[in-house]
């Protein structure tokens, strides 16, 4: 464990790819375009939380069917909610 640590330390220990391009990121968005199913032109998103996907596909969502509401759930969420203070 310690190794693999130090091996992924050596390489790089923060990547915010909405800044830089990092040669992995590309490489796994080149490999999951290619994975992707249909002939059509493909695009890979990467976000950092579950909250910014949701979002992403609500806002792609909303584009590609030209309609302006959605259904939602009271009290869903998605994203990271720390554990209470006790």
């Not at 390489?11 to 915010?16: D, E, N, P």
């Not at 800044?19 to 199913?37: F, G, H, Q, T, W």
């Not at 996907?53 to 806002?59: I, P, S, Y």
């Not at 584009?63 to 994203?79: C, D, L, N």
């Amino acid at each position: 464990m310690v190794q693999a640590i130090e091996a992924q330390a050596r390489k790089f220990l923060h990547i915010c790819g909405s800044d830089y391009y990092y040669e992995p990121m590309v490489d796994l968005a080149e490999k999951l375009s290619r994975l992707a199913p249909g002939t059509g032109t493909k695009e890979v998103f990467f976000t950092n939380s579950g909250t910014e996907a949701v979002e992403a596909a609500f806002k792609l969502s909303r584009y590609h069917t030209k309609r302006q509401h959605v259904v939602s759930f009271h009290g869903a969420f998605h994203g990271v909610r720390s554990a209470p203070c006790r």
